[in-house]
């Protein structure tokens, strides 16, 4: 049985970050994740260092075996060997050891202290903020008491209403029906919903959501603007995003992520990046591990994450992901999520970021 609480952790926050890069470096990074390994590559290139990318661990380790780097980046969730692994075999195997980083998107306080004890010496939160990563090169242990949410309030400032990105799959429909029903009409946010569904479903379930609530519900549409009080659905074989930066929503024909698309994951990053510490990720029933992901993004912005208690739901196995990896989450029973996300949304509302 699931006892509905918080898991909850703090950090201190160092301000005082070095901004002078007086020497460039030779970096690997490792990272199963395309989107994630083009924006490390872009930021460090920028800054003048030379980049290699690794897939999956095992390639990491014998890039690192055969090859100098003075750092290495490295995600913990990849495949053939992860992250906590590969930072182990490296302190075991390579002489001179390169500085090890671990760039994550779990947000825990558990996670944290066992990539500490695998040997990394540094742990940064994804979404990646570039000031944090550049200070941290050549600088041992410079970010184990930073906190990447303050840095990223900065980023929320730009929205004055709450992001409230919502995953689904297997039994969704019916769990999203009770949650609009309980749900208070606001227009201090916009909500977000990726249900794995097929178009024609979709078409249903906007139409039941909209018998739910006083909210426009709608499909989502390329181009629209966000607007406060609506509820945005995305469309079969398609994942939805906001435009960086904007109050806009983007239907992109990008590769499927945990093999479903539309997926929460991009969904999730998304919203992490612009609505910062006023982002609110929702998980609820659904098969898979869509959402765990996308769900440490909003907890290291600094948001809020609410969990369906598996025993309240369909198909557990979506909310058991973000509780098995200790993501700083509030695990609530279905029948009390309406109201949880309401009161989470005025709560997030009242922040000056």
Known sequence: MYRDGLYSYSTGINRKFLSRMSQQYNILVADDDVMSTGLLRKILVKAGHAVTIARNGLEALRLVQENSFDVVLVDWMMPELDGVEVIKKIRASVKPIPQLIMVTALASEESRRQAFAAGADDYIGKPIDRNLLLSALGHRNSTRQA???????????????????????????KALKTVFTTIQPTTEAAFFIVQHAPLAMLDKIADSLQNMTSMKVQLADDGITVRPGAVYIARGERHMVLEEGKSVLRITDDPPENFVRPAADPLFRSVARNYGPRSLGVILTGM????????????NAGGVVLVQNPDTATQPS????????????????????????????????????
Do not use: F
Request: charged fraction near 15%; proline fraction near 4%.
């Open 147 to 173: 906190s990447s949410a303050y840095l990223l309030r900065r980023a929320g400032a730009m929205n004055s209403i709450v992001g409230v990105a919502i995953a689904a799959s297997t039994g969704g429909p």
């Open 318 to 353: 979506m909310p058991h992901k973000v509780i098995s990896v200790k993501i700083v989450c509030t695990i609530v029973p279905l029948e009390n999520m309406g109201k949880a996300i309401s009161d989470a949304i005025k709560e997030l509302a009242r922040l000056r970021v």
């Open 288 to 299: 898979g591990k869509d959402g765990q992901v996308g769900a440490g993004y909003i907890a």
